[in-house]
């Protein structure tokens, strides 16, 4: 992949204008012989190599190509530009370490959490919410803050059964970003908090007050409650049959199945399986 190249009159536009629709442009301004540029080129060379796959370094020589250093209004040397659809963002002149040019272009690049959250929201509109789970939970670990992240992973967890998880995470929500994704995922709660409430649910749990020791009636409270999207309920009511009676029935076939078809970055999925693990070892 091509992460440097040397722009001269012939391909100025195709570079400054076409290449910088894809990816930001990095305008080094150098010439042969003069220190401070010599000292900062393999700098530049590295961070370019680093950030192949959305940088371009783009180097003019000022002695060869004075036209193009003009018509960026170049001073001195070394200058550094940053442009992106056409047009100069960011920049500075004279030498800069390599803590300090990084700053700057990771000012402007994508971060690896947008391409998490971008993949996520793809995944999740074609009905992937495991795998939508795992990548957007990496971009919020990555910047909980982002109102975005927050409200796309709220969703995979109610679709996923962690509601008690998106009622939380809901609740961190500022007012600001308090939008109609936000408002229709308050809605998509209170359906599966409903659908928690069947008469099958109701029924089950009924007899389960008359008789809290009957394993047989946990198990089958614990399919319905997982059935509803009710995960967290229904692992702790299976836990608790194995703690009781580990070679019950199919409890623990069910038990792992329900722990294997959680999504990987889940919390749960983690906790439970340290707890039957415990039990079985």
């Known amino acids: 992949m091509q992460h440097s190249i040397d722009v001269n009159l012939e391909n100025f536009q195709q570079v400054m204008l076409t290449e910088s629709k894809e990816k930001v442009v990095m305008v080094e301004f150098w010439a042969e012989g003069y220190a401070p540029s010599a ?69 402007h690049l994508p971060k690896e959490e947008d391409a998490w959250f971008e993949q996520a929201q793809e995944l999740a509109n074609q009905g992937d919410y495991p795998q939508a789970y795992t990548l957007v939970k990496q971009a919020h670990d990555s910047d909980p803050k982002r109102a975005e992240f927050s409200l796309l992973l709220a969703d995979c967890q109610i679709e996923l059964g962690q509601i008690k998880a998106a009622k939380t995470l809901l609740a961190s929500i500022g007012l600001v970003d308090q939008d109609a994704l936000y408002k229709s995922l308050l809605g998509k709660i209170e359906l599966a908090e409903q659908a928690a409430e069947s008469p099958e649910i109701l029924a089950l749990q009924q007899q389960l007050t008359e008789q809290p020791d009957n394993l047989d009636l946990k198990v089958k409270l614990a399919i319905q409650l997982h059935q509803a999207n009710q995960i967290e ?42 707890k039957v693990y415990a039990l079985l070892y």
């Open 233 to 274: 309920e229904a692992l702790a009511l299976m836990l608790s049959v194995l703690i009781k009676e580990l070679a019950f029935g199919d409890a623990k076939k069910l038990m792992l199945d329900m722990i294997n078809a959680l999504p990987d970055g889940d919390p749960l999925k983690s906790q439970y399986r340290r």
């Open 39 to 107: 000292e900062m080129a393999p700098v530049l060379a590295k961070l370019a190599s680093h950030y192949a796959d959305s940088l371009l370094h783009a180097r003019v020589d000022c002695q060869t190509q004075p036209e193009i250093a003009q018509q960026f209004g170049v001073r001195g040397l070394p200058t550094v530009i940053l442009v992106k659809d056409g047009q100069p963002i960011d920049g500075f002149a004279g030498p800069q370490d390599e803590l300090q040019i990084k700053g700057l272009l990771e000012k």
